[in-house]
């Protein structure tokens, strides 16, 4: 399968380009379907999902690489996938991002925590030495097959070591070979604005929107005039369906049937139609006997 390249996606958008996070192919199948040009394997939804647990680290390589691998049976929408810490050293960072490059990653994400890491908007975050990250990134770049694999570096440096720091990390992760710059946690607009002011120009910009997190909540337009290029919402989508399934058990609960919930509830001919089986019917008629 052809996919198209990340880089000409992010640099044909107007504004910023807003990354749903998906967390298996169904979810990223229905967020393709209403039309997002780039989308975001979140490593923090896939922790709530697959294993029903926060983020801290306890999701692995094999398990979002067999992910990876499942999305792209799907579709073929530029993925940014969340790589963590690379799992381990240099060399565990090389093999990530071969690993996932080879299942179909169009951006592969690197961050500066210590492991096990946690959610960048946690609190008790650590990280390695600046020295050790410059050289997973160059490990990383050294690694991909192809230079339309973007490799996103992010710092979670802010809350550790204040926003200065922060900076400084950046400037190195981008001599390093970084394609886009991420830091984690901005906690004001104004912090914002300096990120735009210093790297937009250089490097495109990735801001996480979280909600209830401690970074500004802000639309797309706002951060793109701020210098943001690329906008992830990683665990939106799992929030909103938690709180959907829970109004539906919720339901099912009192009611003993689902009828009462029924106009909340796609049809099973819909699901069908959403998850191709009308295609697949039609594929399979041709090797009938």
């Given at each position: 399968?052809?996919?198209?390249?990340?880089?000409?996606?992010?640099?044909?958008?107007?504004?910023?380009?807003?990354?749903?996070?998906?967390?298996?192919?169904?979810?990223?199948?229905?967020?393709?379907?209403?039309?997002?040009?780039?989308?975001?394997?979140?490593?923090?939804?896939?922790?709530?999902?697959?294993?029903?647990?926060?983020?801290?680290?306890?999701?692995?390589?094999?398990?979002?690489?067999?992910?990876?691998?499942?999305?792209?049976?799907?579709?073929?929408?530029?993925?940014?996938?969340?790589?963590?810490?690379g799992?381990?050293?240099?060399?565990?960072?090389?093999?990530?991002?071969?690993?996932?490059?080879?299942?179909?990653?169009?951006?592969?994400?690197?961050?500066?925590?210590?492991?096990?890491?946690?959610?960048?908007?946690?609190?008790?975050?650590?990280?390695?030495?600046?020295?050790?990250?410059?050289?997973?990134?160059?490990?990383?770049?050294d690694?991909?097959?192809?230079?339309?694999?973007?490799?996103?570096?992010?710092?979670?440096?802010?809350?550790?070591?204040?926003?200065?720091?922060?900076?400084?990390?950046?400037?190195?992760?981008?001599?390093?070979g970084?394609?886009?710059?991420?830091?984690?946690?901005?906690?004001?607009?104004?912090?914002?604005?300096?990120?735009?002011?210093?790297?937009?120009?250089?490097?495109?910009?990735l801001?996480?929107?979280?909600e209830?997190?401690?970074?500004?909540?802000?639309?797309?337009?706002?951060?793109?005039?701020?210098?943001?290029?690329v906008?992830?919402?990683?665990?939106?989508?799992?929030?909103?369906?938690?709180?959907?399934?829970?109004?539906?058990?919720?339901?099912?609960?009192?009611?003993?049937?689902?009828?009462?919930?029924?106009?909340?509830?796609?049809?099973?001919?819909?699901?069908?139609?959403?998850?191709?089986?009308?295609?697949?019917?039609?594929?399979?008629?041709?090797?009938?006997?």
């Open positions: 399968m052809t996919y198209p390249l990340l880089s000409e996606v992010i640099r044909q958008t107007q504004g910023a380009l807003v990354a749903p996070g998906v967390f298996d192919a169904f979810t990223a199948t229905l967020a393709a379907q209403a039309g997002f040009e780039c989308l975001y394997l979140s490593g923090a939804s896939i922790a709530y999902t697959r294993l029903g647990r926060p983020d801290l680290g306890l999701v692995t390589m094999s398990e979002v690489a067999d992910t990876v691998a499942a999305i792209r049976d799907r579709i073929d929408t530029p993925l940014i996938v969340d790589a963590d810490t799992y381990g050293n240099a060399l565990n960072t090389q093999r990530t991002v071969r690993m996932f490059e080879r299942y179909g990653a169009s951006g592969i994400q690197l961050e500066d925590q210590t492991f096990p890491k946690r959610c960048g908007h946690l609190q008790g975050k650590s990280l390695i030495s600046p020295d050790e990250m410059v050289g997973k990134l160059k490990a990383a770049v690694a991909r097959q192809h230079e339309h694999t973007l490799i996103v570096a992010r710092t979670d440096a802010i809350a550790v070591e204040g926003f200065d720091r922060a900076l400084e990390r950046a400037e190195r992760y981008l001599e390093a970084a394609d886009i710059l991420f830091v984690e946690a901005p906690e004001s607009r104004e912090q914002q604005l300096q990120l735009g002011e210093r790297f937009a120009r250089r490097v495109p910009l801001a996480n929107m979280v209830g997190g401690r970074t500004p909540v802000a639309n797309a337009d706002a951060l793109a005039d701020m210098g943001f290029k906008v992830i919402f990683p665990g939106g989508m799992a929030r909103a369906l938690l709180r959907c399934a829970q109004d539906y058990l919720s339901s099912l609960k009192e009611h003993g049937s689902t009828q009462p919930f029924r106009a909340r509830m796609a049809g099973f001919d819909e699901l069908n139609t959403v998850i191709g089986l009308p295609e697949l019917l039609t594929v399979s008629s041709k090797y009938n006997a």
